[in-house]
């Protein structure tokens, strides 16, 4: 994806364009695999830690990226997909962990399977999958 398009997206989710924002973009988009806090930090070293926190929150706010709960602790961040936004950020995949590169991905070709417990109301579910993901099996 082009810089202007990330102009547009951001525009789309009422979000004032900043460097630090197209940059953490870009760096999502050109990533096939979730985010950490630390992968952003460790790649877009120019802006502190303040500042990409915030804008990780903005972006999390504003259904431009989700958190996943990994096993570990440490959450990931994907990409969301178009539909998403302020008002609508739902996410019904998978997601995918490799116990060998410690990655996490986001499945979006497979749903969560629908649960209905009775007498509870269902809020959010995490569907957390976890064992060698596609680039270690090819690596063997
Ligand atoms: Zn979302
Ligand atoms: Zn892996
Ligand atoms: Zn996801």
Known sequence: MAQE????????????????????LTLFSSNEKALSFRNLEDNLTKYDRVTLYR???SFEESGLVHKI???NGAAAYGL???TCSTDS???DHIHFTCDQCGSVE?????????????????????????????TCLQSV
């Open 5 to 24: 398009n990330f102009r547009e997206l951001l525009k789309k989710h009422t979000l004032r364009v900043t460097d630090c924002r197209l940059d953490v």
């Open 106 to 134: 986001c499945i979006e070709s497979h749903q969560v399977p629908a649960v209905q417990i009775p007498g509870y109301l269902i809020k959010e579910m995490n569907f957390l999958v976890s064992g060698t993901c596609k």
């Open 69 to 71: 709960p990994t096993d």
């Open 55 to 57: 804008t990780l929150n």
């Open 89 to 91: 950020h739902n996410h």
């Open 80 to 82: 969301c997909q178009s």
